[in-house]
């Protein structure tokens, strides 16, 4: 691994188009999309230097740290010493950052891109992706020798150095069981880096899953980590083992008409079993319909934290009322938005997990979730379209248009 980590280095970055799947970009050093998917997504590490050359980040270390005072963002504060790593998680009072000191320490404040829009055009750049892949953008902030430890991520994330200096060392010599005991942070207990690298301003690092690495600051720095998200298989399992148990029939029961006397009264016989399997793979065996409009539903699952609250649903009347003013409407901010096409007839759109069934044009769609804000041209052109329009006004009744 250390040679192919290290031949990266002289990697050029070439610039290229941002939309042509085979046009080379520079943030993926040079690779097209479709090269990138081919050769390194969830396969081995790509570092490119000047991946996002002179990028202003819209905070200053100041600012995260206001936000981290905030009770409606999440927030981490990591501390180092030469032995142990310890957690806190905000919200923190102001006077906390007055207490740190000038080394070995971190914050982590997640969905940056949720609470400052300005953030959103870094995901421009993982276009390629599917959108319910891509997670959010988590910002670390870090003091001289600030680090969270040696540890792995079990989703794909791209490093993106924005200011200052940061360390990171890479290895896939490692047991996922050897964690640090009593830990929070789901530490390594022993890594041992193959390759590593000083991300500048500008650099990103692309790390896939299971792939440990261990930065820490060289004096003040800040990244920002676009991160994926990936439903485990405990949550696939889970969540579709609910859609089939709400849509089976209580009368339908275990049945064995076949059955013969047996002579091991308390035992279980490889009968039953067969039973057992031949019911369960009835039951959870779904067509591209059902699993499309299963997936829709879990991948738009806002985090708790983005959760709506329980709202009152607007009357028709006023949600009709609503839309047709002259002016624009936006995704509540958080939301999560997909869409499937099942066939020619039917299609769904998908927010924060809620369905809407959908029989116009599909292209209506791909606009709709491709969009955070609608101007009031774009919403008075489908007035005279009964479907669209329907669609609208129950985005607009239920709160998810504002």
Same mark, same amino acid.
């Given at each position: ?162 200011? $200052?200096? %940061?360390?990171?060392? @890479? +290895?896939? !010599? ?8 009593? #830990? *929070? ?41 676009? $991160?994926? %998200?990936?439903?485990? @298989? +405990?949550? !696939? ?8 148990? #709400? *849509? ?155």
């Amino acid at each position: 691994m250390q040679a192919r980590l290290h031949s990266l280095l002289g990697r050029a970055c070439k610039p290229g188009s941002l939309t042509a799947m085979n046009a080379p970009r520079r943030f993926l050093a040079g690779l097209s999309p479709n090269q990138f998917l081919a050769q390194h997504w969830q396969k081995k590490p790509l570092l490119c230097r000047g991946a996002v050359p002179n990028y202003t980040p819209p905070l200053s270390p100041d600012e995260l740290a206001g936000l981290a005072c905030e009770t409606e963002v999440e927030s981490r504060l990591v501390q180092r010493t030469a032995t142990r790593y310890s957690l806190e998680v905000g919200p923190f009072p102001e006077a906390r950052f007055h207490t740190l000191g000038k080394k070995n320490w971190t914050l982590l404040v997640q969905d940056l891109d949720q609470h400052v829009p300005a953030v959103l055009s870094l995901l421009d750049h993982l276009d390629f992706l599917p959108s319910w892949r891509v997670d959010d953008v988590m910002a670390s902030f870090a003091a001289d020798g600030g680090s969270v430890g040696p540890h792995y991520d079990e989703y794909d994330v791209f490093l993106l150095q924005v200011e $200052g200096k %940061r360390r990171w060392q @890479v +290895s896939e !010599l490692f047991s996922r069981d050897d964690l640090v005991k009593n #830990s *929070q942070l789901k530490l390594l207990r022993n890594f041992s880096p193959q390759a590593e690298w000083v991300l500048e301003p500008g650099d990103m690092l692309y790390l896939p899953p299971h792939v440990a690495h261990f930065g820490v600051a060289e004096g003040p720095c800040v990244t920002y980590s676009l $991160g994926c %998200r990936a439903p485990s @298989v +405990s949550q !696939l399992v889970e969540h579709f083992a609910q859609r089939a148990s #709400s *849509q089976s029939d209580e009368g339908q029961r275990y049945q064995d008409p076949d059955l013969t006397p047996t002579s091991g009264r308390f035992s279980l016989d490889a009968a039953a079993l067969a039973r057992t399997r031949s019911i369960l793979n009835q039951a959870l065996t779904f067509d591209d319909e059902t699993l499309g409009r299963g997936l829709g539903t879990l991948a738009t699952q806002p985090k708790a934290l983005f959760a709506r609250d329980a709202i009152r649903p607007l009357t028709s009347a006023r949600a009709e009322k609503r839309l047709a003013q002259k002016r624009g409407l936006q995704r509540r901010i958080g939301s999560r938005w997909n869409h499937f096409v099942a066939d020619k007839r039917r299609a769904y759109l998908f927010v924060d997990g809620t369905e809407f069934a959908f029989a116009g044009k599909r292209d209506f769609l791909q606009e709709l979730c491709s969009q955070a804000s609608l101007s009031a041209t774009w919403i008075q052109d489908r007035q005279n379209n009964k479907v669209e329009k329907q669609l609208l006004l129950d985005l607009v009744r239920f709160g998810y248009l504002e």
